[in-house]
């Protein structure tokens, strides 16, 4: 696409990038919207171009109590597009009990491909 933009008195052509730009695709996905206190919660992270092709990502993964972080899960960087993982499971703490009944925010916060997309899992601990 190309856009021309003149003015009075200007001579100027300014292309601009096609605002239809292929997007990055994000997919978050657990095992439920209630995780266990204590308990082993496994959840993964999908990207995609818009072919449904995976791409590589940095991935920020954190918990938010309305807007406000109280968690970081992690910053990882994947090639082939996916990042999974356990919470409670290794070196990973399970949700602690000041957790339960809060309602929280998963959210991944994906670069690939030049773009930025945020994705919120709405979580309740149990």
């Not at 919470?87 to 009944?101: E, S, T, V, Y």
Request: glycine residues 10%.
């Amino acid at each position: 696409m190309l856009a021309v933009v003149a003015g009075c008195g200007g001579h100027q052509l300014t292309r601009s990038t096609p605002l239809s730009a292929p997007r990055i695709q994000v997919r978050l996905t657990a095992d439920s919207h209630h995780p266990h206190v204590g308990k082993p919660w496994h959840y993964e992270v999908h990207v995609t171009d818009a072919a449904g092709r995976p791409v590589a990502a940095r991935i920020h993964l954190q918990i938010l109590f309305g807007d406000a972080p109280v968690g970081q899960v992690g910053r990882h960087r994947v090639r082939n597009g996916v990042w999974q993982e356990t919470i409670g499971a290794g070196a990973n703490q399970p949700f602690p009990a000041r957790a339960l009944n809060v309602p929280l925010i998963f959210e991944a916060v994906v670069i690939a491909k030049g773009q930025t997309k945020k994705v919120d899992y709405p979580i309740t601990v149990r």
